[in-house]
């Protein structure tokens, strides 16, 4: 399978799977919670279940070219599914699980695809919903409950996966050749998955990653930042993500490290503190989340906690502004030493609590995390180190190494990624053995983003500094400029903005205008506490957002971040929106990113009250309410100066 | 100084933990997490006749008549509505069902046998069980130890037993863990498995007091107003929940409930009563059309 002069990622996932079955058998691939008990796979069940799926599939008239969907959560379904479709040459494309009908109908006539996999009854009832506009012919259905209501579509269009495995493993034993012959015809470069890019605007399109891609970023990753084969891992991110595909498939079998799947959706944070994984990849909102967790518990409690708790994490945020060095992997002796009385004092108790207390590596990446809440999981005491990457080139093309973690930047590009900056536009371009194939059919798409010389144009803005370092400004198309000529890049005032806890989102509106204002949302947990302590009475979101003590705290944050940014760059005014920006309502990507265009849009007469210099707006939005309704909302809404 | 999160298990105690997987965690047993879908093809039939038969039951508190001549047949796979005004006797029908009153006159027959004046405890074992208004749980306990609680009449070790913790304690203790955590992913109650009741919302303490019931395989589950006091999503959660044992088990229903919109969803069959005698009865529509129903209702 590897020749002379071949890379170690000139392999298939199928290959290396079969290569580890053979070397280490009865060592732990992975583990998955089940009626309450961790049950553990070795590599050679995994082996088996990805072979018999593999037969599965062939039979059902599967082969060399096609596309294979699924709608999946953290389940080992997805990845034995996925590795089953690779084998007989296929490749698979996933659909996030919160999609919408017409999003899940987009992907499925996008793809061609004929056979989805779903976790449950409820991805089931949408593909159903959908099904006569795709060609979808078969579905399968990890979790089999409630099938008793499509009794008549059983055996015929529905089948479980249990039924796939079964018909698999009768496959195998009659013909025992069939498998290797199938896995003989693979190469590297075939695609083994479809990945939907973000897409801030537009249409989202398929990125077709090869074998190769994804082992080339995985490898590399691996070099830089070597994963131990007894370290844990929790799979709890999307596996329509890349990133989440990029560790609980591809670095997996490079590293040979243990997956961990949750029982549920609801268990997951239990189950990730039950496991307390040794690294980990999140986009920034859950670190947003978890610092703001830790912060608001700690408002909640005593004042010697909250004495304890401020001396720890001062002595944590020394420690890490001499660690953030240059050449560094640790801070100096004396502060070590401080860091350590701070981790006993209180960080330890944080760390145990949100399960993060053997993190030896800890990535962000997707969008820009705020420098403020990287610096606090460093005083915290978690390795967390900003990635670059899109889906494109599979994930990941930069990365800080270990000894050099900076606030920032994001890195420096992997051992085999190099990385160009346009010298007229500034854009960002990378060339690695991990930039995707192309577009999925669409050629166009893909000659615009992929040059003849193979450097892949990723549409972001920024800049490398003397020691090779990347600085990313923001999406090309997102850079705003003030009337003035100021080029902004909103992330940067945005990150500021939500590094208060009671900011859960701020869209920063201003091209072509002479200063920002900014359309926030609060945090709905945070704030409700901060309420309920003042004893604010309140009915809800809507309400919430709007009671004037609410404004008068966003009027203080917003100050306490416009002091930390340069004067053009300051939000001078600003309102809070009493409805959240929702991916179903278009407001953002599934994976979070604020569409600035579609607000822009949406919110066109607020904002133009908020530059007229008026106090108050009558807002006109269409709210979705617990039970699914729609209605329309139309209420004041208050705009208010921020001080400078 | 933050007091540590709920002890988590050593890893140790993670890895090797598949106390009722088998040895070495071959691929056939690790199949058996996954289900085929023959066992969704068909709805069981688990008896040929009637599974329960109510007759001709009078129940006297003192001088008052709680129930007047009333009765009603359960066939295998139904579910059975006991709708009526309050102090129509439907509970305690229920509860001459299930073994807390003796009735004055009349027979209970299950699967073919007489049960009148058989004690509750050995209805449970023949596979009659039930839930209560008030979910009836061990408040200080877990959800997972009140499920438990449901096996005990199958306990098969003595005291000593317990005292030692012999092989056959823990074997019996470990197939009941496992009974338990069926029935806690059929109903869903993963996150609140090691919760103590207390605390929790009524919604889910329906639900974990369904799941005592469940978790003793039985053939017929009477249920005492489960849909009270429940919000609207809750209530189609626990009906949803029936169906799904009902269709894929087999088992049959007789619930006592307030709820019309609940009944005409759910039920296959009605039993109206009112003043401790059987009004009318039927398939959901016609009952409720039924004047004598009507009136019942709206008569005061």
């Known amino acids: ?644 | 100084m933050f007091s540590a999160a709920k002890r988590h298990p050593t890893r140790k105690e993670v890895v090797g933990f598949d106390s009722w997987g088998r040895p070495g965690d071959s691929v056939p047993g690790l199949l058996e997490l996954w289900e085929p879908s023959r066992r969704y093809a068909e709805k069981p039939r688990i008896a040929e006749r009637s599974i329960l038969i109510v007759e001709d039951v009078r129940v006297e508190f003192g001088g008052i008549v709680a129930v007047d001549g009333a009765g009603f047949r359960l066939e295998p796979g139904q579910i059975l509505a006991l709708i009526g005004p309050n102090g129509a006797g439907k509970t305690s029908l229920l509860n001459v069902v299930s073994g807390f009153y003796r009735p004055r006159r009349g027979h209970v027959i299950f699967m073919g046998r007489d049960i009148t004046h058989l004690p509750p405890h050995k209805r449970a074992r023949m596979g009659l069980a039930r839930t209560f208004q008030h979910s009836e749980l061990f408040m200080h306990m877990t959800v997972v130890e009140n499920i438990m609680t449901g096996l005990e009449p199958w306990r098969r070790y003595s005291l000593l037993d317990a005292a030692l913790w012999t092989e056959k304690a823990r074997r019996w203790e470990e197939w009941a863990r496992w009974k338990a955590e069926q029935v806690i992913d059929l109903l869903e109650l993963h996150r609140y498995r090691d919760r103590v009741v207390e605390g929790l919302p009524p919604g889910i303490q329906k639900r974990v007091d369904l799941a005592r019931a469940l978790a003793q395989d039985p053939k017929v589950v009477l249920m005492d107003e489960p849909m009270a006091g429940l919000s609207r999503e809750e209530k189609e959660d626990l009906a949803r929940a029936i169906v799904e044992v009902n269709e894929t088990q087999g088992v049959s229903f007789v619930l006592v409930e307030h709820d019309l919109e609940v009944v005409m969803d759910l039920c296959d069959y009605v039993v109206a009563m009112e003043s401790g005698r059987v009004i009318a009865e039927g398939p959901p529509e016609a009952v409720a059309r039924d004047p004598k129903v009507v009136e019942a209702y709206l008569g005061g």
Do not use: C
């Open chain 1, 1 to 644: 399978m590897e020749g002379n002069g071949a890379k170690p990622y000139d392999t298939t996932f199928p290959w290396l799977l079969e290569a580890r079955a053979r070397r280490s058998p009865e060592t732990t691939a992975f583990r998955w919670k089940r009626y309450g008990v961790w049950r553990r796979f070795t590599w050679r069940d995994y082996y088996l279940m990805v072979r018999w799926a593999a037969l599965g599939l062939y039979e059902l008239g599967l082969g060399r070219g096609d596309v294979l969907a699924f709608i999946m959560g953290n389940r080992p379904a997805w990845p034995i599914y996925e590795v089953g479709a690779q084998s007989v040459g296929a490749a698979t494309v996933g659909i996030y699980k919160d999609s919408l009908s017409d999003e899940v109908a987009y992907v499925l006539q996008a793809s061609d695809a004929r056979v989805v996999l779903v976790e449950g009854q409820e991805q089931l009832d949408r593909v159903l919903e959908v099904l006569d506009r795709t060609r979808v012919e078969k579905i399968i259905v990890d979790e089999a409950k409630g099938l008793h209501m499509y009794r008549e579509k059983l055996g015929d269009l529905i089948m479980t996966f249990r039924d796939l495995l079964e018909a698999g493993r009768r496959l195998d034993r009659s013909e025992p050749g069939l498998y290797d012959k199938l896995t003989g015809d693979l190469s590297p470069e075939d695609p083994a998955g479809l990945f939907t890019t973000s897409g801030t605007t537009g249409r989202p399109k398929l990125a077709m990653l090869s074998h190769r891609n994804l082992l080339a970023m995985a490898y590399q990753l691996n070099q830089l930042d070597p994963v131990g084969e007894d370290w844990e891992y929790v799979s709890m991110l999307p596996p329509a993500w890349v990133g989440e595909q990029m560790m609980s498939i591809a670095l997996h079998y490079v590293a040979g490290f243990r997956v961990n799947f949750p029982e549920k959706p609801e268990t997951v944070w239990e189950d990730f503190r039950e496991i307390a994984p040794h690294f980990l990849f999140a986009p920034p909102r859950v670190w947003e989340r978890i610092a703001k967790d830790v912060m608001a518990k700690i408002e909640d409690s005593d004042p010697l906690k909250k004495a304890v708790y401020r001396a720890s994490i001062a002595a944590g945020y020394a420690a890490a502004k001499r660690r953030l060095v240059p050449g560094r992997r640790e801070p100096p002796a004396p502060w070590r030493l401080l860091r350590f009385l701070a981790y006993w004092a209180a960080l330890r108790g944080i760390l145990d609590k949100t399960g993060l207390k053997r993190v030896r590596r800890a990535y962000t990446g997707g969008a820009m995390l705020g420098e403020d809440y990287v610096l606090y999981m460093h005083a915290l005491g978690v390795n967390l180190k900003q990635i670059y990457g899109q889906t494109e080139v599979a994930g990941i093309a930069v990365v800080h190494p270990d000894d050099d973690v900076r606030l920032d930047t994001v890195g420096k590009p992997l051992p085999e990624t190099r990385v160009r900056i346009d010298p007229e536009t500034g854009e960002i371009l990378i060339k690695s053995p991990a930039v995707m194939k192309g577009y999925y059919r669409n050629p166009e798409a893909t000659r615009k983003t992929l040059d003849p010389d193979g450097w892949l144009h990723t549409g972001d803005v920024g800049e490398l500094t003397e020691d090779g370092h990347l600085v990313v400004h923001d999406r090309a198309k997102e850079i705003l400029v003030l009337s003035d000529g100021t080029r902004v890049a909103p992330q940067v005032v945005q990150n500021k903005l939500k590094f208060s806890p009671y900011i859960a989102e701020a869209a920063i509106i201003g091209h072509g205008r002479p200063f920002l204002v900014a359309l926030l949302n609060i945090d709905y947990a945070t704030v409700s506490r901060w309420a309920e302590r003042r004893r604010i009475p309140f009915s809800g979101y809507s309400d919430l957002s709007q009671k004037p003590e609410v404004l008068e705290l966003l009027r203080r944050e917003v100050a306490r971040a416009n002091r930390r940014l340069p004067p053009r760059l300051r939000v001078r005014r600003f309102a809070s929106l009493f409805k959240e920006f929702h991916p179903d309502d278009g407001e953002m990507t599934r994976t979070r990113k604020l569409r600035r265009r579609v607000i822009e849009e949406r919110y066109k007469g607020l904002i133009e009250a908020m530059y007229r210099g008026e106090e108050e707006y009558m807002l006109t939005v269409e709210l979705r309410l617990e039970d699914g309704r729609r209605v329309k909302a139309t209420r004041p809404v208050k705009i208010l100066d921020a001080p400078e």
